[in-house]
C-alpha cells in the first residue's frame, strides 16, 4: 500500500518507531507507545496507519499493539485540547468528537464522516447559490435548518433519549437521531464548511445554538427542527426550571466545554444503565479534559 492516506504520514517514521518499541525495556515501552499515538494523523484509523507498515513482523506487532495505540491517541488529542483552552473557533471541533465518536465505535470511518458533512455543505452551498441576489443572513440560517432538519431529517430522539449512540457524532449521522448537543455538533461542522458565524450555547439541561452576524442574532434548537428562539424564550426556559437568570449560561461554547458536557453526558448514562467499563472510560476522559497540568500519564 502507498501513503495516500494523508500527507503528514510516514510509514518510515512509525516503522523506526515500532521497532524501537520491540528492543526498548519495559519502563521506555509507553513512552514509545505515545509517540507512535502522536504521529498518526487524527483522520487516519490505526488499522489504516498500521497496515500501512512495510515489515509483516512489525505490521503484525503493530496490529497487537493497536488497542494501546488507540487509547493513547484519544487522550494525546483530549490533552492538546485542554492546553489550548476555551477558544470558540472551533477548528479543533472535528478532531474532538471524532476522537469521542471513535470510543463508542472503534472501527469507524472518518472517510465516511467526512464525505457526509461536505455533502450536506455543498448543499446548503448550493441554495445559498440560488439565492445570492437577494441572501440575507436570516435566510442563511433558514437555509442551514432546512436542510438539516426538513431535507436530512435531523431530530431530537424523544423516543430514546437516554441511548449513548445519540451522543456519538458517526451514529448520529447514520440514524439523524440525537440530543441536543449532539445535533448542534453536525450544524456546527456544516455552519463551519460554509463560513458561518454559528456558536454553541451551553445553556443548562437543552444545549443550544446561536448566530450572530452584523445586525442579526438568533437562537437555534436543532432539537427541535432548528426552530428560531430569542433571549427571552430561553429566560423563561431557565427561569422554569428554576435557574438565575446569569450571563454565563449564554456565552459562546468553546470545543473544550462541548466535548467536556457530551462526556459527562455519557458518564451519567452508562452509570445509569450499570455500563461500569464504559463510564470509567468516560471518567478517564474527563479527567483529561478537566486537566491542568502539563503532564499525563
Known sequence: MGQAHHP?????DITRLLYDWEIAPPEKK?????????RIPWQMSIDEATEEVKDPFLRIMARNISDDIFNLRVRH???KLTLR????????LEEAVVHLSSLGYPSQSYAEIKKELDRISLRVFELFDEHSGHLTEEMKVQILCKVLYQEEGFV?????????ANSYLFHVLKSRLGIPISLSVIYLLVAQRVGMPLFGTNLPLHFLLQY?????F????????GVLLDRFTCEKFLEANGYPLTPKYFTKASTLSIIKRMCRNLLHIYRDGQKKDMEDLM???LSILESRSTHVE
Request: hydrophobic residues 25%.
Open 77 to 79: 488529542s483530549f490533552f
Open 30 to 38: 509507553r513512552f514509545i507507545l505515545k509517540m507512535i499515538a502522536s
Open 85 to 92: 483552552g476555551n477558544p470558540n473557533h472551533y477548528k479543533d
Open 212 to 216: 450572530e452576524s452584523g445586525s442579526y
Open 283 to 285: 471518567k478517564e476522559q
Open 156 to 164: 431530537g430522539n424523544i423516543q430514546n433519549y437516554n441511548d449513548p
Open 8 to 12: 503528514n504520514f510516514s510509514s518510515d
Open 218 to 225: 438568533t437562537y437555534i434548537d436543532p432539537f427541535h427542527g
